[in-house]
């Protein structure tokens, strides 16, 4: 990861010096630098920061500015801490949108208490509570990761088509993952599956004893841990383990990280799940382009955060000005057809095609197309741990 700080570092610095002579934009990047996912999001702010790089660097963008990454820790899960933040990118920083936030609750609290009031768009690459498809939002909302209720489906499938009859599940008692069991649920009973429990637990706790033995009570094949890799879902998966309540796991999106390999080690194997991801073109050239510059091109929402930002700058350039009105007018019209296809390392001729009156299809990492709205359609990847690692079975 040293080559892309290195580089965020020079465009800061060459931001900075823009700043004085009134040519850098700021673009808030608001994500959980602290908390249950913070293993994620080093890689992730790393990834929307590349492609704002890549357009500072072009020298197409708005007639020669550039762009200037603010961060803000929106925590993940305190809503207060992530609503003053976000208050300070707004107010004190005045950027021109935001790239985040993360998990599902905190970015529903800034959507409602600060961005939304203000007229700033929001492009989250990862908060995928079914509840922010139909915030009100004023057209001011927009993620490159498809709703849990999508996932919910996907992993109903998986279960289905594995022959597994029986499940006990836990999910982090938040919007997220409350979210997500009721979709999963809904979607595996509907296809004859049976869930033997459905039970929340609260991050942060010392001891999931409690929470293991309700679940091992009820009995199952399997574990559906929905929860964060870095809090609760590891110690509901270690309690698990300590006390042989469960040896096999199906883990949702916000459980897939190199962190929980390495804290449960040998006893991840066999353990399935799914994550938000893509594969073709625009993904290989999202690789190249991340491993280029020495980045992390395999973490989970890497992809998601390269395209939110690249989609912002893009909606800037389409409506000429670096201004918040300018982000919303225009972002579903470089999301989607038709246009020039734009991939990932080409930011720069998608600028120029802009500046000349052209039209372009921003493709990026995720294949995207923003649906209904302003969200993604996406694919899954389904996985299993096998020697120690995360492979890949196939995509749905």
Not at 20 to 49: C, N, Q, W, Y
């Amino acid at each position: 990861m040293k080559t892309v700080l290195y580089a965020s570092a020079a465009s800061l610095a060459l931001a900075t010096a823009a700043a004085a002579a009134g040519h850098a934009v700021k673009v808030g990047v608001s994500l959980g630098f602290t908390g249950p996912i913070e293993s994620l999001t080093p890689a992730m702010a790393d990834s929307a920061e590349l492609a704002l790089a890549e357009v500072s660097d072009s020298g197409a963008f708005l007639d020669g500015k550039v762009i200037e990454p603010v961060r803000a820790d929106s925590t993940c899960i305190d809503a207060g801490a992530a609503t003053a933040a976000a208050e300070r990118l707004v107010t004190s920083e005045s950027v021109a949108a935001i790239m985040g936030a993360d998990c599902s609750g905190v970015t529903t609290a800034i959507a409602n208490n600060v961005a939304i009031p203000q007229g700033v768009v929001m492009v989250s690459p990862s908060a995928t509570s079914p509840a922010l498809s139909t915030i009100e939002d004023n057209g001011l909302f927009f993620r490159t990761a498809p709703s849990a209720a999508r996932q919910g489906v996907v992993k109903a499938t998986i279960m289905t088509d594995r022959g597994i009859a029986d499940v006990a599940v836990t999910y982090t008692n938040n919007d997220y993952g409350k979210g997500l069991a009721d979709s999963f649920v809904a979607a595996y009973e509907g296809i004859g599956g049976s869930v033997t429990i459905t039970a929340p637990h609260e991050d942060g706790k010392g001891d999931y004893s409690a929470e293991v033995g309700a679940l091992a009570a009820a009995g199952g094949e399997i574990l559906v841990v929905l929860g964060y890799a870095d809090q609760g879902g590891v110690g509901i998966m270690q309690t698990a383990i300590d006390t042989g309540a469960f040896e096999t796991f199906a883990l949702g999106d916000g459980m897939f990280a190199d962190s929980l390999l390495e804290a449960l080690g040998a006893d991840m194997e066999g353990t399935i799940g799914s994550v938000p991801w893509s594969q073709g073109e625009g993904a290989d050239a999202f690789s190249a382009l991340a491993e280029a510059a020495g980045g992390d091109a395999g973490g989970a929402f890497t992809r998601e955060s390269y395209d939110a930002a690249a989609l912002i700058a893009l909606a800037m350039q389409k409506g000429g000005a670096a201004d918040r009105a300018a982000v919303a007018e225009n972002l579903l019209a470089v999301a989607n057809a038709p246009g020039e296809p734009i991939l990932p390392g080409e930011l720069g001729k998608a600028l120029e095609i802009l500046a000349s009156g052209g039209e372009v299809d921003y493709i990026g990492a995720t294949n995207v197309e923003l649906i209904g709205p302003g969200e993604a359609s996406g694919t899954y990847r389904e996985y299993e741990v096998k020697d120690g690692a995360y492979t890949t079975v196939t995509f749905r």
